[in-house]
């Protein structure tokens, strides 16, 4: 109890709704708390109904996930009444151009986060910061001019979250100025896979699949829209949207629709050093939230999902959505050991001027974070029932087609591949014989 004691007021101080006695009977009951515009309303009554049942009948959800959910949808809630708000004193905002955005995908746990917060030491680079993804305007009658308490209110948040947490700072260090994914964008319109790491809720899974992301995609440019235009009105960036998530290579076709142009950067990790740590991570964000964790369901979610992750990339390798010059893939060798190196190469492919003094401000950024800023972590294949040679097999393909080194001891990867003729994709000459 002392430690109940110790965390409610911190919790209590993340939103004055997390503590509400009741929870909400239905997704119309959250919509009725928050006055929408009524093309609001519609476009997030599915899947919102969707999601609120699945935590509902699959989640089993403790109390302390109960209030989170509660919280989470009556902000994003209340961030798409302010939207729509801020579009009607400024009709601009529907016009602010989003150009040639630059996104990192790939694997997920292959430094892609290390390298998303190098890149944003470009000036020249928008970033969504944590603080901004949660709270995209100031309060309400907050004056020009006053002091912005949003980014103290997130860190207090967060604090309170790694209480509830413990270990996520060593294997996903945040604070509210880091660079937030995407992921945290288009779960307001209850549209993410963000969930599916949150919750255990395979019935919204389904509802995601079957539906798609195209909705979700084109808020997510809304949304860019809004924190762009608080910062430059309706003028196009003096720069470019740097931006981060693993999981739009489930929606690359959506991506492209909205995004023509696009700059894609994959970043490719033998799936051994990935997979424990994406369950690990599960795990950890999952645990607050419910009253069991099922870790050998959570190894079969995550290996599924990125076996059906790298057969599309495979694909997309062989039949590609985007021009090739749009496109770059890296290996998370060449990130984690040559990362100012790899920047350049980032630079070169699309024609970005990297001034000395960038440079040195991300080499400061490298020296200031000894392992990416990751803690000393250890992952066991049998924690969540991982079995590293069905693995190997099931990424056979993905690991020949992309040049991944492997970083565990296995058995010999079967040969198919190999025997096929299917050589290694190719970023440069150099990068095919670097360590």
């Known amino acids: 109890m002392s430690f ?35 093309a609001d309303r519609a476009a997030v009554a599915a899947p919102l109904a969707a999601l609120h049942r699945a935590c509902a009948d699959e989640a089993a959800l403790s109390a302390i996930g109960r209030a989170g959910w509660r919280w989470d949808a009556l902000r994003s809630l209340e961030n798409l009444r302010r939207m729509r708000a801020e579009e009607a004193k400024a009709p601009d905002i529907a ?10 995908t790939g694997m997920p746990r292959s430094g892609t986060s290390f390298f998303f917060g190098l890149l944003a030491e470009d000036p020249a680079a928008l970033v969504p910061r944590v603080w901004q993804t949660i709270h995209p305007y100031p309060d309400a009658g907050t004056r020009p001019g006053a002091s912005d ?72 440019r809304r949304f860019l829209q809004h924190l762009q235009h608080q910062r430059a009105g309706a003028r196009a960036a003096p720069g470019h949207w740097l ?27 033998d799936p051994l050093k990935v997979l424990p740590s994406v369950a690990q991570l599960t795990e950890i964000l999952r645990a607050p939230f419910t009253r069991r964790v099922d870790r050998a369901g959570i190894g079969q979610q995550v290996v599924q999902d990125w076996v059906n992750a790298a057969a599309i990339m ?8 985007f021009p ?18 790899t920047v350049q190469q980032v630079a070169a492919h699309f024609g970005l001027d990297l001034s000395a003094a960038v440079q040195a401000a991300m080499a400061r950024h490298i020296a200031a974070r000894p392992r990416g800023g990751y803690g000393e972590n250890h992952y066991s294949f049998a924690t969540h029932g991982l079995d590293p040679e069905a693995i190997r097999a099931q990424f056979a393909e993905y690991v020949e087609t992309f040049g991944v080194a492997d970083e565990v001891e296995t058995p010999p990867r079967p040969s198919a591949v190999r025997a096929a003729g299917r050589r290694p994709v190719g970023l440069t000459q150099g990068e095919q014989h670097a360590g």
């Open 4 to 38: 109940v004691r110790r965390i409610i007021p911190t919790l209590a101080e993340a939103g004055a709704r997390w503590f509400a006695p009741a929870w909400p009977r239905s997704a119309e009951a959250l919509l009725d708390a928050v006055a929408l515009d009524p």
């Open 149 to 220: 308490r949003r980014q103290r209110r997130v860190a207090r948040q967060l604090a309170a979250f790694n209480r509830l947490a413990p270990g996520l700072a060593s294997v996903h260090p945040l604070d509210a100025d880091s660079p937030q994914e995407c992921t945290e964008i288009t779960a307001q319109v209850f549209q993410s896979l963000r969930f599916e790491t949150m919750y255990q809720v395979p019935a919204y899974k389904r509802w995601l699949a079957e539906h798609g992301h195209l909705a979700a995609y084109r808020f997510h």
């Open 95 to 104: 016009a602010t151009p989003i150009e040639r955005p630059l996104i990192i």
């Open 243 to 269: 931006l981060k998530s693993p999981d739009h290579v489930f929606a690359l076709p959506t991506l492209r629709a909205v995004y023509p142009d696009a700059r894609l950067v994959f970043v490719h990790r």
């Open 324 to 341: 090739a010059g749009q496109v770059l893939h890296l290996r998370h060798r060449d990130v984690v050991s040559r990362p100012l190196a």
């Open 314 to 321: 495979v694909a997309e390798h062989a039949r590609p959505t």
